[in-house]
């Protein structure tokens, strides 16, 4: 199914959430139009200290179609060596910025879990760049959800199952939305269809916050923080 709204909607303090699956969880409008706009603020000067890079495959060298950046005290890579968590940026060799204070945030008020992020990889949508069916798997600790947050040009973001011949659904994430990705949900294959360059976005050269010419008008910004570590338990 594509672009339809599927799952129970439930009332949490002054939101609606909508569970597409279990543990997978859609929190439209999370971020308000100011806090959106202060947050693209925070990641201009994020994309100034560690500017984005283009990842490649494993093995084959191949690039892929998104750019990307880290903040926090992880990030994430991918190259010939593989796929990892680092300290540092890889054509820099510099550390990664810190965190910004907002999706510190929306990490304590959304994800339910004891322990802080350890990685928030951001990545950079140009229109037609797409990401395809894929498991977050590179982390110790699987109890610990991956919550996505986005911004600009609205993204058709496709979920299955645990296994990738398992059906898939889709729904579209427009600037603001929450996605948290934890539970039973925590390993299903994901990924996003398409940019819909049609909708109107922040990121669009006016009126908008003025970002590095690294980000592309039209585009998407999507950031998805991470517990990469085990969470020690007494």
């Not at 929450?178 to 109107?200: K, N």
């Not at 970002?211 to 039209?218: F, H, K, R, T």
Request: glycine letters at 10%.
């Amino acid at each position: 199914m594509s672009g339809n709204r599927v799952g129970r909607p439930f009332p949490r303090r002054d939101r609606v959430l909508f569970e597409l699956a279990p543990g997978l969880i859609h929190v439209p409008g999370y971020l308000d139009a100011e806090a959106q706009a202060a947050l693209a603020a925070d990641l201009a000067k994020i994309l100034r200290e560690a500017q984005a890079f283009t990842p490649t495959m494993p093995r084959s060298g191949k690039p892929f179609s998104v750019r990307m950046t880290n903040c926090g005290p992880l990030g994430w890579v991918s190259d010939r060596a593989g796929y990892r968590y680092q300290a540092s940026h890889p054509e820099t060799g510099r550390p990664w910025p810190a965190m910004p204070a907002a999706v510190l945030r929306a990490w304590a008020a959304l994800a339910g879990c004891p322990a802080e992020p350890e990685a928030c990889l951001v990545n950079l949508y140009a229109p037609g760049t797409r990401m395809g069916l894929h498991q977050d798997r590179d982390e110790a600790e699987f109890s610990a959800p991956v919550l996505s947050l986005s911004l600009g040009a609205t993204a058709l973001f496709r979920y299955g199952g645990t296994a990738r011949t398992n059906p898939t659904r889709s729904v579209r994430l427009v600037s603001g939305d929450a996605m948290v990705i934890g539970g039973p949900s925590r390993l299903i294959f994901h990924g996003v269809d398409r940019i819909l360059a049609q909708s109107a976005d922040l990121l669009s050269p006016a009126p908008g916050p003025v970002l590095p010419a690294s980000v592309p008008a039209g585009g998407r910004l999507n950031l998805t923080l991470r517990r990469v570590s085990a969470i020690r338990r007494a």
